[in-house]
């Protein structure tokens, strides 16, 4: 069954600090991955996504995400948080072959401090 | 606004009561997803429809709930007999495609206390 694992409930990083959130995931075939931010009273959004090709993906707002397949991780960065960045960030696996939804992680809330 | 709207916004109900949520998806949207989110989780799948046909239902999906999208179109989400453990966060999305190939949309979702 096909999994996703972020190891931190919560982060707290300095405005303008760089930021790194992990994602770990098993899936039994290629795995499509995607990072969703969630905001209070919010719906989720999707910051970046990855499918195949090159392993470093670019997404909204600064993100980028990495993709290593011998660690089975696909961590998301950003070189300088702002404040409006404070919000929950979940990491979800999915693929095609399989249930046509997605498996999302625990999240990670992200705390900005001034 | 054309995204994804979900009606209503919240939802209190006595145990045993049933209830109904409403989600209106962008309109050209063949795909629509149905997920639940409880405190502290992330979102689950429940179900998804392409147009009226609901294709697949997760195992967290009993009985107790019933989907609907009649006309391919908008989409209910009914649970009868509800429970404590029915509260939760129920998000609603769409996608045109298959939602590993192209963007879904989210919902604001309706938030479900059952007392």
């Known amino acids: 069954a096909q999994s996703v694992t972020q190891p931190d409930i919560h982060i707290t990083v300095s405005e303008g600090a760089s930021l790194e959130l992990r994602c770990n995931y098993s899936?039994?075939?290629?795995?499509?991955l995607f990072w969703y931010v969630q905001s209070p009273g919010q719906g989720l959004q999707l910051l970046l996504k990855?499918?195949?090709?090159?392993?470093l993906v670019q997404g909204i707002k600064g993100f980028e995400a990495e993709f290593k397949r011998s660690q089975s991780s696909f961590n998301l960065r950003k070189p300088s948080v702002h404040w409006s960045d404070a919000a929950e960030y979940f990491c979800?696996?999915?693929?095609?072959?399989?249930?046509?939804?997605?498996?999302f992680g625990k999240g990670t809330h992200l705390i900005i401090q001034p | 606004d054309t995204g994804v709207s979900q009606d209503p916004r919240h939802k209190i109900t006595k145990r045993g009561q049933n209830v109904t949520f409403r989600c209106d998806p962008i309109?050209?949207?063949?795909?629509l997803y149905w997920y639940r989110q409880t405190l502290g989780q992330g979102p689950e799948f429940l179900t998804y429809?392409?147009?009226?046909?609901?294709?697949?239902k997760s195992r967290l999906l009993s009985d107790r709930f019933s989907a609907e999208r009649p006309k391919g179109s908008f989409s209910t989400l009914e649970i009868q007999r509800t429970e404590q453990g029915d509260s939760a966060m129920y998000l609603c999305?769409?996608?045109?495609?298959?939602?590993?190939?192209?963007?879904?949309?989210f919902g604001q979702g309706t938030r479900l206390t059952v007392v």
């Open positions: 309109s050209e949207h063949n795909r």
């Open positions: 990855y499918f195949s090709g090159d392993t």
């Open positions: 899936y039994g075939a290629t795995p499509y």
């Open positions: 429809f392409q147009n009226e046909a609901q294709l697949e």
């Open positions: 979800a696996v999915g693929g095609f072959g399989g249930a046509d939804g997605l498996t």
């Open positions: 999305a769409s996608s045109l495609g298959a939602i590993v190939n192209t963007e879904a949309f």
